[in-house]
């Protein structure tokens, strides 16, 4: 008869066995995701490196704002395929459909919660395009009239005539704005 000291020994014995087996069965997957990770990371940097090369032919230097929140969001996307698709390879593909697709409804909830955000961020990149409307141009938008002092993603700050300045939201500025008068003198000059 075996004593509970002998149980015990076994008991480890096993559980020693089970997980070398487990580790022995797993090697290849390990091997595997190393590899797809290792070629994941350098076809996304030259993925993201493309990209910004684009969007910098597309936009000019003072706009490189643009040019990094096109490539960082890229760079989310991909990274995230990525780690769904490691996931699938190591086995865990239940794990990477759920995953993927409660990140779908996250995300749905997020980009509700922040419509505004994102509509004065759309805006700003068009009001950045617009050849009208530039700081030192004389604008009349909101209620407002005075001269652009600086474009960002999200609001427009505009100076006034007694020199206080106006921060407004871009979605309200793109809806309706009109350019007053002529470009200023600095924008004709040849350099």
Same mark, same amino acid.
Request: charged residues 20%.
């Given at each position: 008869?075996?004593?509970?000291?002998?149980?015990?020994?076994?008991?480890?014995?096993?559980?020693?066995?089970?997980?070398?087996?487990?580790?022995?069965?797993?090697?290849?997957?390990?091997?595997?995701?190393?590899?797809?990770?290792?070629?994941?990371?350098?076809?996304?940097?030259?993925?993201?490196?493309?990209?910004?090369?684009?969007?910098?032919?597309?936009?000019?230097?003072?706009?490189?704002?643009?040019?990094?929140?096109?490539?960082?969001?890229?760079?989310?996307?991909?990274?995230?395929?990525?780690?769904?698709?490691?996931?699938?390879?190591?086995?865990?593909?239940?794990?990477?459909?759920?995953?993927?697709?409660?990140?779908?409804?996250?995300?749905?909830?997020?980009?509700?919660?922040?419509?505004?955000?994102?509509?004065?961020?759309?805006?700003?990149?068009?009001?950045?395009?617009?050849?009208?409307? /530039?700081?030192?141009?004389?604008?009349?938008?909101?209620?407002?009239?005075?001269?652009?002092?600086?474009?960002?993603?999200?609001?427009?700050?505009?100076?006034?005539?007694?020199?206080?300045?106006?921060?407004?939201? /871009?979605?309200?500025?793109?809806?309706?704005?009109?350019?007053?008068?002529?470009?200023?003198?600095?924008?004709?000059?040849?350099?």
């Amino acid at each position: 008869m075996a004593g509970p000291a002998d149980f015990l020994v076994e008991l480890v014995q096993e559980t020693f066995t089970t997980f070398q087996a487990g580790v022995l069965d797993a090697f290849p997957r390990l091997v595997m995701g190393l590899v797809f990770l290792t070629l994941s990371y350098v076809g996304i940097k030259i993925a993201l490196r493309i990209t910004r090369s684009a969007l910098d032919a597309i936009y000019p230097d003072e706009q490189d704002l643009i040019v990094s929140l096109g490539v960082t969001v890229a760079g989310l996307f991909l990274w995230f395929a990525a780690g769904l698709a490691l996931l699938k390879i190591l086995g865990m593909g239940d794990v990477a459909a759920s995953l993927g697709t409660a990140t779908g409804f996250i995300a749905l909830g997020v980009s509700y919660a922040l419509s505004g955000m994102i509509a004065d961020t759309v805006a700003g990149v068009y009001l950045l395009r617009d050849p009208d409307f /530039n700081p030192g141009y004389r604008v009349t938008t909101d209620g407002v009239t005075g001269e652009v002092r600086s474009i960002g993603l999200r609001k427009s700050r505009i100076e006034l005539d007694g020199g206080d300045v106006v921060v407004l939201a /871009n979605g309200a500025v793109e809806k309706k704005w009109t350019k007053e008068g002529e470009e200023p003198a600095a924008v004709h000059e040849d350099s």
